[in-house]
């Protein structure tokens, strides 16, 4: 007699599971077309694993987080070249190094900077002795001893002779006599921190080719890529959080062109001063936004993406029901979003969401 009870009440635990697997293989599988409406027992919710969360009121928010990469703004990096073909002799300069404007950065031999110096005091003298001549024919032509045709070419040859020299000085003006034949030192244009140094010594260099980096502003900025979605919600001028300080950046420019292969764009911010910043380092920036009276907040999550529209699972007493949204801004914990099928307080789907996309879909 126990054999039997203990047979039967064996059986009806079994059946009591199978019966379980069996309602959840058929909502699984159950032939239908894409559906608003997703009727679910609390035993079929459990055994699916959905959970929820509540959606709420949004106010200005962290739109979204990306990394960046730390830039030099416009005009604030420069370089110091040489104005001859060469070879490097020796860097006087290592990157990080404060230098003054006409301070000596680097020591370089060319066969052509003696040509270029005796050149400067040729034209020099020719400069001098043209302004001359002109001169004396100006009280000639005074005098009635030159016609006023023959001042104005001594006139245009000494305006060509300063022009000439002019030239070649603002040529050689960043150079400086070396202490060896052939040698000259190249100086700084402006003040600021040496970032490059380049080629090595020994290494031949060409004609306009930059020697050494010079970073001049004290103002640092970062340029994020962020997708064409986000990014249309954003300003110049808006406010940036920057690796979670208290100061915010400020947005500087937003590129109008979008990538066609990654569809995203440019985002330059400038950074607060309230850190040293390094040219080239990583950081994250953060996209405030604000959504406006009717939009609402929820975890990033309970967003799925069906039939070409980002959509959301909404509880209801016998079920879900699918709602499309509009996303505002995103990021890896909360979505701000919009629809007019939804209000604060109703719960959506955060987890289980696979199983629930193919009951709607009809999977």
């Known amino acids: ?32 077309a894409a559906q608003d409406e997703i009727a679910i027992s609390p035993a079929a919710r459990m055994a699916l694993g959905v959970e929820t969360a509540a959606v709420t009121t949004a106010a200005a928010s962290e739109g979204v987080s990306v990394p960046a990469i730390v830039i030099a703004p416009n005009g604030a990096l420069q370089t110091a070249s040489s104005p001859f073909d060469g070879v490097m002799v020796d860097a006087l300069k290592t990157p990080g190094s404060q230098v003054a404007a006409g301070e000596p950065v680097a ?78 030192m190249l100086t700084a244009p402006v003040a600021g921190t040496v970032t490059h140094v380049r080629p090595g010594p020994g290494e031949p260099l060409r004609a306009g080719e930059p020697v050494v980096s010079l970073f001049t502003g004290g103002v640092f900025w970062a340029r994020a890529q962020l997708s064409e979605r986000h990014a249309s919600a954003l300003l110049a001028g808006a406010a940036v959080i920057v690796d979670n300080l208290p100061e915010k950046g400020e947005i500087v420019s937003i590129d109008p062109e979008i990538d066609p292969a990654t569809r995203s764009l440019d985002v330059v911010v400038e950074l607060p001063a309230a850190r040293v910043w390094r040219l080239g380092a990583m950081l994250t920036l953060s996209f405030e936004t604000v959504p406006g009276e009717d939009a609402l907040r929820a975890p990033a999550k309970a967003i799925v993406r069906l039939g070409g529209a980002d959509v959301v699972f909404v509880e209801t007493p016998t079920g879900f029901r699918m709602v ?28 289980g969401l696979a199983a629930l996309k193919n009951i709607a879909s009809g999977v």
Do not use: C
Not at 133 to 146: H, S, T, W, Y
């Open 107 to 184: 020591l370089i031999y060319s066969t052509s900077y003696a040509d270029a110096a005796a050149e400067l005091e040729a034209r020099r003298l020719t400069m001098s002795h043209m302004a001359h001549l002109a001169a004396r024919a100006d009280e000639l032509l005074k005098l009635g001893l030159r016609s006023e045709q023959e001042a104005d070419e001594t006139h245009h040859d000494a305006i060509s002779a300063r022009l000439s020299f002019e030239a070649l000085k603002t040529q050689l003006q960043y150079v400086r006599e070396g202490d060896q034949p052939g040698q000259f």
């Open 324 to 351: 499309a949204v509009e996303i505002v801004s995103r990021s890896r914990q909360d979505a701000l979003i919009r629809s007019d099928s939804l209000a604060p307080g109703e719960k959506v789907a955060i987890a």
């Open 1 to 32: 007699m126990r054999t039997i009870v203990g047979f039967f009440g064996m059986t009806a635990h079994n059946f009591l599971r199978a019966g379980i697997l069996i309602l959840a293989t058929w909502i699984l599988h159950a032939p239908a």
